[in-house]
């Protein structure tokens, strides 16, 4: 089973900040890597795909880069409502998701 | 717009059964795949299922082989889970999710507000 690491646990930003969230998978996953977003009490939101990719309607300040092992989650400038849960998740090989990333105030 | 409302949660004792389903509305049903990704309480994301657009292709995640059956009824707009023999570890809230594609590219693109199923004796 593929295992993707999430790091760090929690970032403590503020409003304004940039925030640069990392998945690492245990084996090569190629681009097939997407990004969901959890506020608590809700369903996850679809962010990015194809590990670049942006869904429909997220936001330009939302962008995801890397391939084979390595990816990350950047949000260049954080709004009030970006705090909360992100999780990556790979479809190359039983999908799995990471264990989570808290971005708070 | 894209909906999708689960049903049929509750608090069932271990050994027993449940059956949770999904209505869908705004977009054509029978033209996506669909799954049901489960989240424990205070835990991670886990796939549970998918089913392919004509329901002939259905795969599980190995925790819930042999007692997890996923179904869709297009004619309904609706996708059901099966759940048989649960146990504790079954305990989550369950989402039922959309695939962007007809043939699954097992991204989750949209979800419903999810069901809570609670295994205890």
């Known amino acids: 089973e593929i295992v993707l690491t999430q790091s760090p646990a929690t970032l403590s930003l503020s409003p304004g900040q940039r925030a640069a969230l990392s998945c690492r998978a245990s084996q090569s996953i190629g681009s097939y890597l997407a990004w969901y977003q959890q506020k608590p009490g809700q369903a996850p939101r679809l962010l990015i795909y194809d590990a670049s990719i942006r869904a429909t309607g997220i936001p330009a300040r939302f962008s995801g880069r890397g391939s084979g092992t390595d990816f990350t989650l950047t949000i260049t400038s954080l709004e009030p409502e970006d705090f909360a849960v992100y999780y990556c998740q790979q479809r190359s090989d039983r999908r799995t998701f990471g264990q989570g990333t808290k971005v708070e105030i | 717009q894209v909906r999708l409302v689960e049903s049929g949660g509750g608090v069932v004792q271990p050994g027993r059964s449940l059956r949770l389903s999904c209505s869908a509305s705004?977009?054509?049903?029978?033209?996506?795949?669909m799954h049901w990704v489960r989240q424990a309480p205070g835990k991670g994301l886990d796939w549970v299922a998918v089913i392919s657009v004509d329901g002939s292709t259905k795969y599980n995640t190995d925790s819930v082989k042999g007692r997890f059956t996923i179904s869709r009824d297009d004619s309904k707009n609706t996708t059901s889970l099966q759940m048989n023999s649960l146990t504790t570890d079954d305990t989550a809230v369950y989402f039922c999710?959309?695939?962007?594609?007809?043939?699954?590219?097992?991204?989750?693109?949209?979800w419903g507000q999810g069901a809570l199923v609670t295994v205890s004796s």
């Open positions: 705004g977009f054509i049903f029978s033209n996506f795949a």
């Open positions: 999710a959309r695939d962007p594609r007809r043939i699954a590219r097992f991204y989750f693109e949209n």
